[in-house]
């Protein structure tokens, strides 16, 4: 890690430990089945750390991991997304210095444009945080029919999601993705930049001491075109982003989403400072619509569409 | 049938040689005679189960462990996952069970996936004695067996003449395999006559209202703590007259697991080696993924031996098991991963 420079001025002799990290499943920091790793370099090209480099069997361990959380996520009160989302600021807030040091070594920007992009990162879970209560309000609607009955649309979450992070702005752009993502009640498989992940990993230890239940979030680091089309073709993988993907990726991974008729956000996004609009919630939710009689007493004929 | 070759097997060299030949009883004048021997009264079957070779439980787990590292690919992946989807015997024994779900079970045992006609049948579907009656119909003329489980499910705690009612009720109604429990109590305390009795009286039972109706023998292993005690269990109901030795109810947990089912899958195949006799094998209860099943396939091929991994000689005692079979199918076949939204999940 980047704190290697200073370890050494301090001690003089100091060998700093090099780190290998892993990936994020289900809570739990697992290698990469195949075992692979591959050198992280920072924006200058020295070495920075190892990372996993994710497989095809990662990729299908993580999506039965957000499977598997799918159910208890959704299902949990919008009021306690938020708080869990609020969560995760409190705790980016306290680690603040560490992201600002990766962001500027991986990133090669100066120390107050990485601490703006991080703070950036904060505010933006914050801001979706607040939105978990207001989603079906802002996003759903009373419907007017032509007839007796009460017509409500109201926005569910879609599933599991899967995620191919921004390949350069490696942690506010990982941060947009991923946040609305949850916010709504999907789980999320992130496959992270690969030539800078560590500000991926590191968000995945503040997940895991974060109150999220695990498997909401997970995070693979390694090759986004050898993870995604996997994702991509995946029976049990409801949506797909495509943030993180090149024009050739993306193409061809709409073309396997199409087996399967997956739910494909393929926004372009070369700059994640802007506020945010609603496109990246809207793109992950189902409308259900409830038909229900109208009359101080409904004795019969209620019922879901 | 071919008779025995009794020096040949493990362990076995110790035991009387005396060819003394056996009397009138029902099984011994098929079995060599040191077996038949051995069930001639209690206190030489006692001799019997306590002379066989204890198991070494490092080296067993080991091996175990072992086996199950091997990796099975490609077309023999798909080889064992159709193998594995007609080994299973679909199995609903829950309290709650109605006519509607065993139906839906039997047709799915028929046709665990509707898209894929090719996907073969199951062996069996398992079902307690009073859903026999629902499942005749709905499977009559596949060729599935109808298993039922009898004698006082899942405790095996009752009389004799009870043991025998239920395993009567469910053959009359069209079972063609009946899955008996042992008295593990009675086992445990030592009368390995008593259960030696009540397993060759359901034996005897299952002879007499239906021919060809297949015994399995549940030893509930996980009950009975040791792999010395799963051997003599194992022993002792082949010994009975058992076509199947099974695990577990599934109601106890550990159900099956590798180094109990590899401890049974040397039973059978001593037992092959010394009478001539093929029996089955089935683990039953916590096999619930594809990788698990390919495992146990992988142990029956290295333990038993290759004759082994044909239907008629080992099952799998499992509900979802299935569905994971049917998924894992389909992405050897459509060369990407399924999910629950794509089988009947029951």
């Not at chain 1, 075992?35 to 994710?54: E, H, I, L, P, S």
Request: charged share 20%; glycine share 10%; proline share 6%.
């Amino acid at each position: 890690m980047a704190a290697k420079d200073s370890g050494r001025a301090a001690a003089g002799e100091r060998v700093a430990v090099a780190k290998t990290y892993k990936l994020f499943i289900g809570g739990a920091f697992p290698r990469s089945e195949s075992g692979r790793t591959y050198q992280v370099t920072d924006a200058k090209g020295g070495f920075a750390a190892n990372a996993a480099q994710g497989s095809r069997k990662d990729a299908r361990d993580a999506v039965v991991a957000a499977r598997k959380a799918f159910g208890t996520w959704a299902g949990s009160t919008a009021y306690n997304r938020g708080q869990v989302i609020y969560r995760i600021a409190e705790m980016l807030e306290g680690r603040r210095a560490q992201f600002v040091e990766l962001v500027t070594a991986g990133e090669g920007l100066t120390t107050s444009t990485a601490a703006a992009a991080v703070d950036a990162a904060i505010d933006r879970l914050v801001h979706y945080a607040g939105w978990t209560d207001k989603i079906a309000s802002v996003l759903g609607s009373a419907n007017p029919v032509a007839g007796p009955y009460f017509s409500f649309s109201t926005p569910e979450p879609t599933g599991v999601v899967a995620a191919a992070a921004p390949q350069d702005d490696s942690f506010l752009g990982l941060v947009s993705v991923i946040a609305p993502i949850i916010t709504s009640g999907n789980t999320a498989v992130v496959v992270s930049s690969a030539a800078r992940p560590l500000p991926a990993i590191a968000f995945a230890e503040v997940l895991a001491t974060a109150d999220l239940p695990a498997g909401v979030v997970n995070l693979l680091t390694g090759d986004a075109a050898e993870i995604m089309p996997h994702l991509a073709a995946h029976g049990d993988v409801n949506a797909l982003d495509l943030t993180g993907c090149d024009a050739e990726l993306r193409a061809a991974l709409e073309r396997a989403a199409a087996g399967t008729v997956k739910r494909v956000f393929a926004g372009r996004q070369p700059n994640f400072t802007a506020p945010p609009g609603t496109a990246r919630l809207r793109a992950f939710l189902e409308t259900k619509t409830v038909w229900h009689p109208t009359g101080a007493v409904a004795l019969s004929g209620g019922g879901s569409y | 049938m071919n008779r025995a070759v009794s020096e040949a097997a493990p362990g076995r060299a110790e035991l009387p040689g005396d060819a003394e030949l056996p009397s009138s009883a029902a099984l011994p004048d098929q079995l060599p005679s040191h077996l038949a021997d051995a069930v001639s009264d209690e206190s030489h079957l006692r001799r019997f189960l306590h002379g066989l070779p204890g198991v070494d439980p490092v080296g067993v787990e080991g091996r175990a462990a072992a086996l199950a590292t091997r990796s099975i690919k490609k077309a023999s992946k798909l080889a064992a996952i159709d193998l594995a989807i007609s080994m299973v015997d679909l199995t609903t024994l829950e309290g709650a069970d109605t006519p509607g779900k065993v139906r839906s079970l039997a047709a799915k045992a028929r046709r665990p996936d509707p898209d894929v006609p090719e996907t073969p049948m199951v062996a069996a579907v398992c079902v307690y004695p009073d859903m026999v009656g629902t499942a005749v119909p709905a499977l009559a003329g596949t060729g599935i067996g109808i298993a039922s489980v009898a004698t006082a499910f899942p405790s095996g705690r009752s009389s004799l003449a009870v043991k025998l009612a239920d395993t009567r009720y469910a053959i009359e109604a069209g079972a063609t395999e009946v899955d008996m429990v042992i008295d593990r109590g009675a086992f445990l305390a030592g009368n390995y006559g008593l259960v030696f009795d009540q397993i060759a009286a359901v034996r005897a039972e299952c002879d007499r209202l239906g021919s060809g109706t297949r015994l399995k023998v549940i030893l509930e292993t996980g009950e009975l703590a040791t792999y010395d005690n799963v051997r003599r269990a194992s022993w002792l109901a082949l010994l009975a007259g058992g076509d199947f030795i099974k695990t577990s109810t599934g109601k106890i947990s550990p159900a099956a697991t590798l180094p109990v089912t590899h401890v049974m899958l040397q039973a059978v195949h001593d037992w092959h080696v010394q009478t001539g006799e093929l029996r089955a094998v089935k683990p039953a209860g916590g096999i619930r993924n594809t990788k698990d099943a390919i495992r146990y396939l992988v142990a029956v091929h290295e333990v038993a031996g290759p004759q082994w991994l044909d239907p008629f000689l080992f099952r799998f005692g499992a509900s979802s098991l299935l569905n994971d079979l049917v998924m894992q199918r389909r992405a050897q076949t459509q060369g990407h991963y399924s999910g629950p939204d794509y089988v009947t999940v029951d």
